[in-house]
C-alpha cells in the first residue's frame, strides 16, 4: 500500500515564526502536491512539483515555498506565519498508472 | 477556469435512506472525474472515478456515471449506514498538462441510525 505521511498530526505557531511542514511518500511517485483545506472551499492546491527540485505554484501559492530535494519528500515553508494560514494542511502524491492521487493525514495548522 | 461544484451541505439522512450528491463540472476538452471521502480526522482517499463520458464508477456501493452532456457526476448509494458519515469531495483531472486536481468544496454527510 502507498503511505503518505506528514511530520505533525497538530502544531501551534506564533505569528511571525518560520514553519516546516514535512511529507514523504514511499512509492516513487514523481509529482507531489501541497494542499489547504478550509471549511466551505473545498481543497485549493498551493504548490506541486513534478520532479527533484522541480516545482509550480498552484493557486494559492503566496506566503508559501516549498522544497524537494530528494524524491520521496516535499516540504511546505511558511516563511512567516500569518493567523489567516490557520488550517489544515494535506500532502498527496500522484500515481500516473493508477490515475490516482494519495493523500496523507493531514497537519492541523493554528498560527496564534 | 475549470472548476467543480458541488451541492451545499450539511446533508443528513437516517440510515437505509438514498444518498443523491450533486456535481457538476466545468472544464476544457475531456476531463477524469473522481470522487474522493474524508472519515473523520483522516487525509482524503480515492471512493470511486471515471475517465470517459458515459463511464461508471463505482465502489462500497457508491456509484457515478460521467455525463458528458450534462457536464455532471453524481454520487449515488441506495442504502447508506453510518459509517459512511464523511465529507466527499468531487473532483477533476485535465486531460492535457499537469496532474493536478481541481476540487469541489466538500459536502457533509451524517447519516443517524
Known amino acids: 500500500d502507498v503511505k503518505v505521511t506528514q511530520s505533525s498530526r497538530y502544531l501551534v505557531k506564533r505569528t511571525g515564526e518560520k514553519v516546516f511542514l514535512e511529507c514523504v511518500q514511499d512509492?516513487?511517485?514523481?509529482?507531489m502536491f501541497w494542499y489547504r483545506q478550509d471549511p466551505g472551499l473545498g481543497l485549493r492546491l498551493i504548490y506541486f512539483?513534478?520532479?527533484?527540485?522541480?516545482?509550480e505554484k498552484g493557486d494559492i501559492p503566496e506566503g508559501y515555498s516549498v522544497s524537494r530535494e530528494k524524491k520521496e519528500r516535499f516540504s511546505l515553508i511558511l516563511e512567516s506565519a500569518s493567523t489567516n494560514q490557520t488550517s489544515m494542511y494535506l500532502c498527496?502524491?500522484?500515481?500516473?498508472?493508477?490515475?490516482?492521487?494519495?493523500f496523507g493525514p493531514g497537519t492541523r495548522l493554528t498560527v496564534t | 477556469g475549470d472548476s467543480v461544484t458541488q451541492m451545499e451541505g450539511p446533508v443528513t439522512l437516517s440510515e437505509e435512506a438514498f444518498l443523491t450528491i450533486n456535481c457538476t463540472y466545468t472544464?476544457?476538452?475531456?476531463?477524469?472525474l473522481f470522487w474522493y471521502v474524508q472519515y473523520p480526522g483522516e487525509g482524503l482517499q480515492l471512493l470511486l472515478k471515471?475517465?470517459?463520458?458515459?463511464d461508471k464508477g463505482s465502489n462500497k456501493g457508491f456509484e457515478a456515471t460521467y455525463r458528458k452532456e450534462t457536464t455532471s457526476f453524481h454520487l449515488e448509494k441506495g442504502s447508506v449506514q453510518v459509517s459512511d458519515s464523511a465529507v466527499y469531495f468531487c473532483?477533476?483531472?485535465?486531460?492535457?498538462?499537469?496532474?493536478?486536481?481541481?476540487f469541489g468544496q466538500g459536502t457533509r454527510l451524517t447519516i443517524n441510525p
Open positions: 498527496a502524491s500522484y500515481s500516473g498508472y493508477r490515475l490516482e492521487q494519495y
Open positions: 472544464a476544457t476538452g475531456y476531463p477524469s
Open positions: 471515471a475517465t470517459k463520458a458515459d
Open positions: 512509492m516513487d511517485h514523481e509529482n
Open positions: 473532483a477533476l483531472k485535465l486531460a492535457q498538462g499537469a496532474q493536478k486536481l481541481v
Open positions: 512539483s513534478y520532479d527533484v527540485k522541480m516545482k
